[in-house]
């Protein structure tokens, strides 16, 4: 014997929801997606990094043992640590509101490795924010 | 739900659960136009701050909603009290994509005639994936209640599926 409930239920889940409109796609993408200069930073800072990380290794090699060659580091890794959060307790805003303080942690390790010589640059950035969550009172 | 806490596109995710979490944003508000703007607030507060917080990112995601939709409510009862404004949205639009299936074109036809809070618990238990207890917290009343809303909304709806079968 068949539920008519969960019949009815299943009827219901096979109906299809009309999707939002482009514009909200588009109010997104203005929102979420990283700005082009903010793109234009990170590439400008990877970009001095590694030309840091084999001027150093340069120097390094130059003013040391006579080399047959510099190195030449490769990008090898760059991550993102999962983030941790911490939930703090509720304060009382100045406009009377309440809010809960959220702290977010994570770190981007970003590394470079000469495969001849095995010697790695690492760049470790750890990162905190902390965001306010409004509390709903009835 | 796919998980949101892993780091995903934003669009991939939307794409997939944008049209169930539109509806929801539809429960709440006056018109297709009021759902958008209440979808596109809470998409990018979940996205930005919430989508990592412990806990189910599909509740966190309907919460963001209600709250959006609640403020909006608030915002534009006062504006609507100065300046007199008349005329909700009354649906003229279809909440679905249509249906070939004439008992599902009936089903979609005949749950906006539910009355609000029973159309809610339905919206909220199939398109959510909420619990009744989750219904509970979410709309401040208890899982009971909500799993009574649900009887009498499925009760509701095969009266309104028969009727239309017999016109």
């Known amino acids: ?138 | 739900m796919s998980d949101a806490h892993a780091d995903q596109d934003w669009r991939a995710w939307f794409a997939e659960h944008g049209a169930r979490l539109r509806l929801i944003a539809r429960q709440w508000t006056r018109s297709e136009a009021d759902a958008d703007d209440v979808v596109q607030e809470a998409f990018v507060r979940f996205w930005k701050h919430q989508r990592h917080l412990p806990g189910d990112p599909n509740a966190l995601v309907v919460t963001s909603i209600r709250r959006a939709a609640l403020d909006l409510l608030r915002r534009t009862d006062r504006r609507a009290a100065r300046e007199k404004v008349v005329g909700d949205d009354s649906e003229t639009v279809t909440w679905f994509e249509p249906e070939a299936d004439p008992r599902l074109q009936a089903l979609a036809q005949s749950l906006p005639l539910l009355p609000a809070e029973q159309r809610e618990v339905v919206v909220l238990k199939v398109w959510g994936a909420l619990t009744f207890d989750q219904i509970g917290e979410q709309l401040s009343i208890s899982p009971n209640t909500a799993a009574s809303r649900w009887r009498y909304a499925m009760e509701a709806l095969r009266k309104l599926i028969t009727a239309r079968a017999h016109d």
């Open chain 1, 1 to 138: 014997m068949t539920d008519p409930d969960h019949d009815l239920e299943s009827a219901l889940a096979r109906l299809r929801p009309r999707p939002p409109g482009l514009a909200v796609t588009a109010a997104l993408a203005r929102e979420l997606d990283p700005p082009a200069a903010r793109r234009g930073v990170v590439i400008a800072w990877a970009a001095a990094a590694t030309t840091a990380a084999a001027a150093l290794a340069l120097g390094l090699f130059v003013g040391g043992e006579a080399e047959e060659s510099a190195p030449a580091y490769q990008l090898v890794r760059a991550e993102q640590s999962p983030v941790e959060i911490e939930v703090l307790r509720p304060v009382r805003l100045e406009d009377g509101s309440f809010a809960r303080p959220v702290r977010a942690r994570w770190e981007n390790t970003t590394q470079w490795e000469d495969p001849r010589t095995r010697t790695r640059f690492i760049n470790y950035r750890p990162s905190e924010q902390t965001t306010l969550l409004p509390l709903e009172t009835y």
